[in-house]
């Protein structure tokens, strides 16, 4: 059975660095085409997909969100790491951390999500 | 950067009816990298649809997806009460990576 399960706080200061950590079990990391990406949604609004890391350390980020992303892996242990810099009331939302796999990129299992608030 | 277009906003039906909810992309993408998902009140989204027409593992089906270059479709023959809930196309084309649409919330 897969599953992911975010962790992270559920709040932060402005301009403080979010870390948010996916643990995920039921497959790993280092099988071809197998990915791990996060998606976060604000409250009353649409999905938002953030980043993905691929088997290979391959990583991409959202256009226009990139210059405050970084997503790393550990395989050892199964988990997925994302930092965004410099948080900002916007970016108050619920993060998901969602598996991904195969030529097509499905988003196929999705964590629960944990939501974090931005606030002072 | 393509950017998905989901028409009605809200669709208010009945347990029973057939809804069509609509994904229009601002330009040409492979069916193979269009997605539906439900998302349901205070749950994660769910993948419904993939490659445009093919149903995901659990999907009931009552649902159907079709279309190809800009205009594709979901359909939900015959809506149960579970079935009420928001819908989301997704486009995954890999590089830069994934754009969804608004939504579609369908209710009561």
């Known amino acids: 059975q897969v599953t992911l399960r975010e962790s992270g706080p559920a709040l932060v200061k402005p301009t403080q660095t979010l870390t948010l950590t996916c643990s995920f079990s039921?497959?790993?990391?280092?099988?071809?085409?197998?990915?791990v990406g996060w998606v976060r949604q604000p409250p009353g609004k649409a999905l938002e997909w953030l980043a993905r890391?691929?088997?290979?350390?391959?990583?991409y980020y959202n256009t226009s969100l990139r210059t405050r992303l970084t997503i790393s892996k550990d395989t050892s242990n199964n988990q997925v790491v994302l930092s965004m810099t410099n948080m900002d009331p916007v970016d108050t939302a619920r993060y998901y951390c969602?598996?991904?796999?195969?030529?097509?990129?499905?988003?196929?299992?999705w964590g629960q999500g944990t939501t974090v608030t931005v606030s002072s | 950067e393509i950017v998905l277009t989901q028409s009605p906003g809200t669709l208010s039906l009945s347990p029973g009816e057939r809804a069509t909810l609509s994904c229009r992309a601002s330009?040409?993408?492979?069916?193979?990298?269009l997605a539906w998902f439900q998302q349901k009140s205070g749950q994660a989204p769910r993948l419904l649809i993939y490659?445009?027409?093919s149903r995901a593992t659990g999907t009931p089906d009552r649902f159907s997806g079709s279309g190809s270059g800009t205009d594709f479709s979901l359909s939900i023959s015959g809506l149960e009460p579970e079935d009420f809930a928001v819908y989301y196309c997704?486009?995954?084309?890999?590089?830069?990576?994934?754009?969804f649409g608004p939504g579609t919330k369908v209710d009561l």
């Open positions: 969602v598996r991904i796999r195969g030529i097509h990129l499905l988003m196929d299992v």
């Open positions: 039921g497959f790993s990391l280092r099988s071809s085409g197998m990915c």
């Open positions: 890391i691929d088997w290979d350390d391959d990583k």
């Open positions: 330009q040409s993408v492979r069916s193979s990298d």
């Open positions: 490659g445009a027409s």
């Open positions: 997704q486009h995954a084309d890999g590089s830069p990576g994934f754009t």
